[in-house]
């Protein structure tokens, strides 16, 4: 057992593989009790692994995109330990293609799944400890959600995948600011690991034979997401994290650049040398991923 997670209730979406197994079982093994949710079966699975390990966890089987689901998935793990402490949004999926050729559904599935199906959870949850808050009950919740390189940079090939991970970054930052009062802190993770979603991309970089670690192991993405949902990170709120391998990195956003100010309305023709200019003074944006 260690000394983050014991005793804490945490509820992991996505579970039953890639990150969010290496979540759940990082958990268990630090002594939280889990609620691993996942559409299917595997979510059984995860949950025999933790039991076999010598933790405590129940499965909750279900779209978290569906707002009737996100309630009973709340629930579930307050009827169950009684209480929820915290909540890590890691569900997620891809279509990818490019904007002319993408269709309505593949941007709407992985809108809905990848985006709305961190809002639900979130929405659910905070609630619930809201509610704790104002019957007077001490609240030290964590939200942990989770973005993507792509969110923050943005990815050929990914444009609805961009879009929802950019839109948990939004959303990241104002659950941030409007849950702060009720104890609550939201933070977000971009990581990159080897998982049934990305093994194309990374399946080539494997376990280095003179150390054993393998940096795209999605176990590697975990000890961040530990510590950010316990106790001892309520004075983090309101920030991304990227994370990979042995690598931690506060990703830091968009910010107010230079500006010049007419004090009156611009002629169009004054706009283009001044946008130049302000160009000039301002960082480079760093590359889309997959950009020639």
Request: proline share 5%; charged share 20%.
């Amino acid at each position: 057992m260690g000394i983050t997670s014991d005793g804490r209730v945490v509820l992991v979406t996505g579970a039953g593989q890639g990150i969010g197994r290496a979540h759940a079982l990082a958990f268990a093994a630090d002594g939280a009790l889990v609620v691993v949710n996942d559409v299917g079966a595997a979510a059984d699975t995860v949950v025999e692994e933790i039991r076999a390990a010598g933790g405590t966890a129940i499965a909750s089987k279900g779209d978290v995109a569906d707002w009737g689901y996100g309630e009973q998935l709340v629930r579930a793990a307050v009827d169950e330990y009684g209480r929820l402490d915290a909540l890590v949004n890691n569900a997620g999926l891809v279509r990818d293609r490019m904007l002319v050729n993408m269709s309505e559904d593949e941007w709407d599935t992985v809108l809905r799944v990848d985006l709305k199906g961190h809002f639900v959870p979130l929405r659910h949850a905070a609630a619930y400890w809201r509610d704790q808050h104002k019957a007077g009950t001490p609240v030290k919740a964590r939200v942990v959600n989770t973005s993507s390189g792509a969110g923050l940079l943005g990815s050929v090939g990914q444009g609805n995948y961009a879009a929802a991970k950019a839109g948990v970054v939004g959303m990241t930052l104002v659950a941030a600011a409007e849950l702060a009062r009720y104890g609550i802190t939201v933070n977000a993770i971009a990581p990159a690991a080897r998982t049934p979603m990305t093994e194309a991309v990374f399946a080539q970089t494997m376990a280095k034979p003179e150390t054993g670690f393998d940096p795209m192991d999605p176990a590697n993405v975990s000890p961040l997401v530990v510590w950010l949902a316990s106790e001892d990170s309520g004075d983090v709120t309101g920030r991304v994290f990227e994370v990979e391998a042995g690598v931690i990195s506060p990703a830091d956003g968009w910010q107010h650049g230079p500006r010049e100010d007419k004090g009156e309305r611009w002629l169009p023709e004054e706009v283009g040398p001044v946008v130049r200019r302000l160009l000039d003074k301002a960082p480079s944006p760093a590359p889309v991923y997959g950009a020639s």
